[in-house]
């Protein structure tokens, strides 16, 4: 009854969004840690998708991710929804649209999820990726960076994500008072950002292939 009336207060959703969105973000980090692999040689991103699914951890975190996207989307919905609605007559004097962070919090969080859908549909089911070989990772990989539209595609979402981040990190450690400071968002946005654009521009240019 208690956990019902936290989640439909402010305050609850709010914590819903900071506890899914810190859950997205460490399976984030996890990802562009192992993505580096692609640089360890041609079999090494292969095997390292073959032990994921060896120690049978895939379906779980599927089912994990998949829950936090649901809950981390309907709470921020909520959230947009009950702030529009506060604001109420007021609306009409000038259009309201929230600060420059909300908006593009929103807007990112959208382009993020058209991402997932398409890269779902690229390297994982494999439809849409021009090589598309289950379990050949690595050559599903270096397939896609050849054209430069798909490492533009990748670009952009992965900008949108890092702005995500940059705010999102912000947030949450303001909220548990670490610091006020937006410096330490930045820096690790920059390095998700610059760890995950490693792999399309090392394939593009030739560096790994
Ligand atoms: C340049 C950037 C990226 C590369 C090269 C990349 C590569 C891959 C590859 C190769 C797979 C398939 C793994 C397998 O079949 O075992 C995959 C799956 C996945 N990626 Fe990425 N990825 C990138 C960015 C991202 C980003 C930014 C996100 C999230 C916002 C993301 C989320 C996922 C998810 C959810 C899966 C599905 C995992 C599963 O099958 O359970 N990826 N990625």
Wanted: with cysteine; net charge positive; charged share 10%.
């Amino acid at each position: 009854m208690d956990t019902i009336r936290l989640y439909r207060s402010t305050i609850g959703k709010k914590a819903v969004m900071a506890v899914t969105g810190a859950a997205l973000f460490l399976y984030v980090v996890a990802h562009m840690i192992g993505n580096l692999a692609v640089f360890a040689g041609p079999d090494a991103l292969d095997a390292y998708g073959r032990w994921l699914r060896d120690i049978g951890v895939v379906w779980p975190v599927r089912v994990g991710l998949l829950a936090a996207v649901v809950l981390h989307f309907v709470a921020a919905y909520q959230l947009t929804a009950r702030a529009r609605r506060a604001r109420g007559r007021y609306r009409h004097r000038r259009v309201v649209q929230g600060s420059y962070a909300a908006r593009t919090m929103r807007w990112g969080g959208v382009i993020i999820a058209l991402f997932v859908v398409y890269h779902l549909l690229d390297l994982t089911v494999g439809v849409l990726n021009p090589n598309g070989v289950p379990g050949a990772i690595h050559a599903n990989v270096v397939a896609d960076f050849q054209h430069w539209y798909v490492v533009l595609a990748y670009t952009v979402a992965v900008l949108a994500l890092g702005f995500h981040i940059r705010h999102g990190v912000w947030s949450a450690t303001q909220t548990l008072g670490v610091t006020t400071s937006r410096v330490v968002g930045l820096g690790v946005a920059v390095v998700v950002c610059a760890g995950f654009l490693s792999v399309p521009f090392a394939v593009f240019t030739g560096l790994v292939s």
